[in-house]
């Protein structure tokens, strides 16, 4: 591990946002403006390892994903970087679809299958 330094609107995994008397959160990607990978995280989809433990990885982090945001705008927002995370792995579509369509059922919340159709 190793301690990074602080910058405005992070806390510790929680990136914020202090609207008047609003406060607006989601988890904190350094890859959510795009271009170049800045952390690598997860394994391409091609490595070695089961495609079970790839799907656990996938669904693990859309479900933190899910918990972080404070709400449905932060939702889309974090859930997008992170399934381009996935996508930049290889990830095929039909898995990043089904895992938005199964956190849509299991959350009951329908930015799920907002975020499922942005899905190419």
């Not at 849509?104 to 190419?120: G, I, K, S």
Request: aromatic content about 12%; some cysteine; overall charge positive.
């Amino acid at each position: 591990l190793k301690l990074e330094p602080g910058s405005d609107g992070v806390f510790l995994e929680t990136a914020f946002e202090c609207n008047g008397d609003q406060i607006t959160y989601r988890l904190k990607n350094p890859n959510e403006a795009g271009g170049d990978p800045k952390v690598w995280r997860y394994q391409h989809f091609s490595s070695y390892g089961g495609y079970s433990q790839k799907r656990a990885t996938l669904f693990a982090c859309l479900r933190k994903v899910h918990a972080m945001a404070s709400d449905e705008e932060q939702l889309k927002i974090s859930a997008l970087a992170k399934l381009r995370e996935f996508e930049r792995l290889a990830y095929p579509v039909g898995i990043r679809k089904f895992a938005c369509a199964v956190l849509a059922r299991d959350t009951e919340c329908t930015m799920w299958w907002r975020v499922r159709a942005a899905q190419m």
